[in-house]
């Protein structure tokens, strides 16, 4: 029999409990991103980019060239006799481009390689989100009419539904998209050369891109202007790639699941790589009984709100639609990822 004599010898063998305000705090502050402030329905998003000039360039793929009248002129065609492509292609574009059109039309849409099914006004939330991320750049003292064409990088995988909702994003606000063939992602060399040659001033990304780079010996790359970053961490060495590449860059890095299209939370490049929720977007921890975990304490990552899919083709990923048991009919994601709340209200997810 062991006897314990000091009762603080056996902290660590307590579960800390919530209090009502940690409670109140986690459900009504910390887990809920604030409501988007600005968000256009899906088809006014999509009529921004018929707006657009014609003459100008919506994407460059593959080494071919695609304008926004040849984007938007043969949409009808597209939406009849298309369907997402499996590679970026110009073809491929045009088809996401229809797959947003007809989810403003019917109300839903399959989106990504895994056929994540979406409301749209799940669509128009993430796309809001963009938009504003995309216009959240350190301000510089220059002529506007000076300022260098809006000129975006999309590095993720093709098949990710965020690259749906960022080239939808970019379209309706007249910028250009470049989309790298599928040797040139895998490749920093040649991302390099397409961000120095077409001057890019956005790029998204894995997290461990900028890092990637500075081994490959890319040593500035000052047409960046933001760093759209996607991963649970960057580790130790991303702050300082981005300083040596961008120093004059704004940097986040955002936590995504299958789930939801677009990031469920976002922070800075901190060391400890917290993030808080999104506008429309909900995260809870849980233990393995359905409760709260405590600040501090390590719980199963949970995600909802306004850009979690219904379902996936195929039914994949079924058992981890859950029913929400702090919100009537409303339904969480198990991501599978592990985390916990600072006591400041910050996420910390386990990389």
Sequence with gaps: MTVIDDIRGIDSLVVPRLTAGERERILGEWATGVEPYDMSPLVTVIRHGHMVPG??????????????????????DVERTLGSSALPTPAGLAALLAEFVTASHVGIGRFGRDGLLLGADALAVAVADRRAVAADRRLHRVDPAQRPADVRLLALPWGDPQNTVDLLAAWSSGASVVVPAE?????????????????VSQVVAAAELPVRFVEAGVHRLPTVARWDLVGTSGGSMLP?????????????????????????????LAPDGWTRPVPGAKVLLLDDHGRLAAPGVVGDVHIGGRALGAEFSGG????????DPY????????????GWWTSEGRLIIES
């Design 55 to 76: 003459t100008r360039v919506a994407a460059r793929c593959g080494g071919e060239v695609v304008t926004y009248g040849e984007l938007y002129g043969g949409l009808g």
């Design 183 to 199: 040797s040139q992602r895998r490749d920093p060399a040649a991302l390099a050369e397409l961000i120095e040659t077409y001057a």
């Design 240 to 268: 300082d790639a981005v300083r040596r590449l961008s120093p004059e860059a704004v940097a986040t890095v955002a936590f995504h699941a299958p789930a939801y299209v677009g990031a469920v939370s976002r922070g800075p």
């Design 316 to 323: 994949r990923y079924r058992e981890r639609f859950v029913s």
């Design 327 to 338: 919100e009537p009919r409303a339904r969480l994601f198990r991501t599978g990822h592990r």
